[in-house]
């Protein structure tokens, strides 16, 4: 069974940052790409980060330059650093892992997920 510990998030003012950790275990860590999707409320869930399983990483356009996704191998965890957040950045952020590349951006594309954590940024 595929679990992943997610920590981090909390409330900030805009313009502040804030990490988020995503915890899980060898295996899910070697096997898949993982990501970082969001929701907002009324919204739909939607994709922020994917770091794949060769190192490199994408980003949505709207936190490109502002979020950096990156993982620590040994730990076995993946890391979403957000700077420069904005108000329209709050939203519940998931870890999970994804199975393949070609829908990486639609929630489909994701096969097992964190409890998600609540990040709030105030104007």
């Known amino acids: 069974q595929v679990q992943f510990v997610e920590s981090g998030g909390g409330l900030v003012q805009a313009g502040g940052s804030l990490g988020l950790s995503c915890a899980t275990s060898?295996?899910?860590?070697?096997?898949?790409?993982m990501g970082w999707l969001r929701q907002a409320p009324g919204k739909e869930r939607e994709f922020v980060a994917i770091i794949w399983r060769d190192g490199s990483t994408t980003y949505a356009d709207s936190v490109k330059d502002r979020f950096t996704i990156s993982r620590d191998s040994a730990k076995n965890t993946v890391y979403l650093q957000m700077n420069s957040l904005k108000p329209e950045d709050t939203a519940v952020y998931y870890c999970a892992a994804a199975t393949g590349s070609y829908n990486y951006k639609t929630p489909t594309g994701y096969k097992y997920w964190g409890q998600g954590t609540q990040v709030t940024v105030s104007s």
């Open positions: 060898a295996r899910t860590f070697s096997i898949y790409h």
